[in-house]
């Protein structure tokens, strides 16, 4: 850039600060991701709450009703822990897997993506974000439903602690993937297909008892990543849990949460800059 001589300015005006004045002004810094996921988390948690809350208690009342119908069918032991087990994680997969796959699938459909892009948070905090208040409503409906699950089948309680590392690893690995799905899904209509199946594969292959499925099942039931959250739940209701057993669970269910959480980032960014 070119600076005006000296004696082309007025008087009293340095060069200096002629030059400065030409040069842009220094962009405020990014915003930090923690306190960016706060504040989406908060936003999130306070826009879904009245449209929500509704829908989980239609979770939870799903869950309970199909644990009534098992109950003709089951009568206890490793098939009752994994029917009580598989009923509460639905609760989880109902909201974080197929609602919050609607909602980005609508936020990508109706230009909402183009709202969080002009705001200095990370990406990853408005996918976290999203991510934690969608599975903030499960907490409530996933305890009514393994202890009503409990209570039914006769099994024990004092292991039901395990809620507080079950409900968050499942909550991250099914709220990524429902991310992803309705930020990958070309429409709108077909992200909440992905989320209705999704939640489908959840009942089918987390309810019923792994023993009494065929082989090719039980493989595609071991790539759902709330199995193993069904899995470390139903151990829990063992009177004698396998602890190291469950402690495997919760870590593989972890790092698939890391994972789809990633991915649903990078979706997020994809279409954000489309």
Known sequence: MSTLPAE????????????????????????????????????????????RIPLLFVATFQS????????????????????????????????????????????????????????????????????GAYASFTVPGTLVTAVSGAVLFGL????????????????????????????????QELATLLGQLGMSAALLLGVLPAERMPQPIGWARDLL??????????RAFDPRPDWAAVALDLAVCGVVGVLSLAVATWAYRRAAVR
Request: glycine share 12%; proline share 8%; charged share 10%.
């Open 64 to 131: 309970i009703g199909i644990m009534i119908l098992m109950r003709g069918v089951v009568d206890g032991g490793s098939e009752a822990r994994a029917v009580v087990a598989g009923s509460t994680v639905l609760v989880v997969a109902f909201v974080a897997l197929n609602l919050l796959a609607q909602y980005f699938g609508q936020l990508r459909a109706t230009g909402g993506l183009d709202h969080y892009a002009t705001l200095p948070v990370p990406p990853a905090a408005v996918v976290l974000g999203a991510a």
């Open 156 to 187: 024990p309680l004092g292991h039901l602690w395990l809620l507080a590392a079950v409900v968050p690893l499942s909550g991250a690995a099914l709220a990524g993937l429902g991310a992803a799905l309705g930020l990958l899904a070309p429409r």
């Open 8 to 51: 082309a300015l007025p008087a009293g005006v340095p060069a200096a600060r002629t030059r400065d004045a030409g040069q842009a002004a220094p962009l405020a810094p990014a915003a930090r991701l923690l306190p960016s996921l706060a504040a989406v988390y908060k936003a999130q948690l306070s826009r879904a709450r009245v449209a």
């Open 225 to 234: 990543p709330s199995t193993y959250g069904v899995e470390a739940l139903a």
